[in-house]
């Protein structure tokens, strides 16, 4: 059975910074602008490379560190089960405001303590 793509993100759903990556390396990082930032609209959610001295190697890293922050994750999931009409924004918030679902902490000496 084949699969459906259901959606799919792309650059255009991010905003794409580039800039002076700095530190070592000397003249050609302070002259080349390499270092690259990608930022997902919808979600917040962000990836930054400055490592290799390419830009492109550098939008590669920045957009699977995009994909794998917590952000990202939590707003693919809601997208999803969005899209395939399973449950509405509200509905996902109310099922995430479920007691069972929070975890609330409180400092006692000094120390975080969940409370049961």
Do not use: Y
């Not at 991010?14 to 990608?38: M, S, W, Y």
């Not at 693919?76 to 007691?99: C, H, T, W, Y």
Request: proline residues 3%.
């Amino acid at each position: 059975m084949a699969r459906e793509k259901l959606f799919s993100v792309t650059l255009a759903d991010c905003d794409l910074q580039t800039f002076r990556a700095g530190g070592p390396g000397g003249q050609h990082q302070n002259k080349t602008e390499t270092g690259v930032r990608i930022i997902h609209r919808a979600s917040g959610a962000r990836g930054e490379s400055r490592e290799e001295r390419s830009q492109l190697q550098n939008k590669k890293k920045a957009w699977r560190r995009m994909t794998e922050d917590p952000k990202f994750k939590i707003w693919l999931n809601r997208e999803i089960f969005r899209r395939q009409g399973k449950a509405s924004p509200e509905e996902l918030v109310k099922q995430d405001m479920i007691p069972d679902n929070l975890k609330v902490e409180v400092r006692e000496n000094g120390r975080w303590v969940v409370i049961e």
